[in-house]
């Protein structure tokens, strides 16, 4: 009872909502880079929130089921096709053992996610099984995936067939306006440095990975290089000692010695993590109040959400 894996695509991984509480043994949290595309595939298919999935980077993904299940595909704009048939993103699809799932090339955005019913059964690792490559944990032996894996899950015969409208799917643009709560280390960068970070755009380079997002632009300005090493947050946004912004990922390392102006929220680092090469950012200040507020209306609007009953 499994999905066989036929061609693995650019990069595919293995991940649930993360891995917490092990940053002080080193490890790092993880998890889809874009969690909202991630749980919307698994609420389609009406799965627990930390059900595992597969993200895709890029796309290239190839399954053949050798189970009948339901799985649902969410996340970039690329083409999907089972048995060589057309299928939309954002919906359940029901497969029979036998069947192949394609998946094309991204052509807005750059990580998929592929969930199936009831979740993919992967054995955690220090509480997740969530992949992380540089550390050679979660997922299957800490790998991406590569043709032949199996990817072990239950039969689900029967099961609703649910889809997101599109008027409430996520739009995946050239650019990411990112809202950034201020750390304690805000101090260290004076006014004028906070007005030009809000008042400039930067652009995604291909040094970007799942451990952070390296930007290019107008130098952030930072007197002080020199600081001890400390826990790093999601989202945060480290100042080299060029003066270009990173913006810390999932994958990011625990510690760190360069200044931090502070954090991006969770919300919009979904959204940046779909963002190519030469995508534009814009930053903006706000407060831990903002925050709070941005977060609690999103997750209420995902809840109040309605899905639709639909058939292919």
């Known amino acids: 009872m499994s999905f066989k894996v036929l061609q693995p695509g650019l990069l595919s991984l293995l991940q ?27 609420r389609i298919l009406d799965n627990a929130a930390n059900a595992c999935a597969i993200e895709v980077n890029f796309g290239g993904l190839q399954l053949q089921a050798q189970t009948d299940s339901y799985i649902c595909i969410t996340g970039a704009a690329l083409d999907v096709t089972i048995n060589g048939a057309n299928k939309p993103l954002w919906h359940s699809h029901k497969v029979v053992a036998g069947d192949q799932v394609k998946l094309g090339y991204s052509s807005q955005g750059c990580r998929t996610y592929l969930a199936v019913a009831g979740g993919f059964n992967i054995d955690p690792s220090f509480g997740s099984c969530s ?27 029967q099961h609703d067939r649910l889809s997101l409208a599109p008027q409430h799917q996520p739009v995946y643009a050239e650019s990411a306006h990112l809202r950034l709560v201020l750390g304690y280390q805000h101090s260290l960068f004076d006014a004028a440095t906070k ?9 995604v380079t291909d040094r970007s990975d799942r451990m952070g997002m390296r930007l290019q632009g107008p130098s952030i300005d930072c007197p002080s290089q020199q600081m001890l090493s400390e826990g790093i947050a999601l989202g945060a946004v480290q100042v080299p000692a060029d003066g270009q912004p990173i913006v810390l990922l999932n994958d990011r390392q625990t510690i760190g010695g360069y200044p931090k102006l502070g954090s991006v929220i969770a ?23 903002q925050a709070h507020t941005i977060n609690t209306l999103a997750q209420l609007k995902f809840d109040a959400t309605p899905l639709l009953h639909t058939k292919d």
């Open 131 to 157: 992949t992380v490559m540089r550390e050679k944990i979660g997922g299957l032996n800490g790998l991406k995936l590569a043709a032949n894996d199996q990817l072990p899950c239950a039969t689900v015969p």
């Open 195 to 203: 007005a030009r970070l809000q008042h400039s755009q930067y652009q």
């Open 16 to 42: 649930d909502l993360g891995r917490f509480g092990q940053h002080e043994i080193g490890l790092t949290s993880s998890g889809p880079l874009d969690g909202e595309a991630f749980a919307w595939a698994n």
């Open 267 to 289: 919300r919009d680092t979904a959204r940046l993590a779909q963002l190519r090469l030469g995508n534009t950012i814009t930053f903006e200040i706000i407060d831990l109040y």
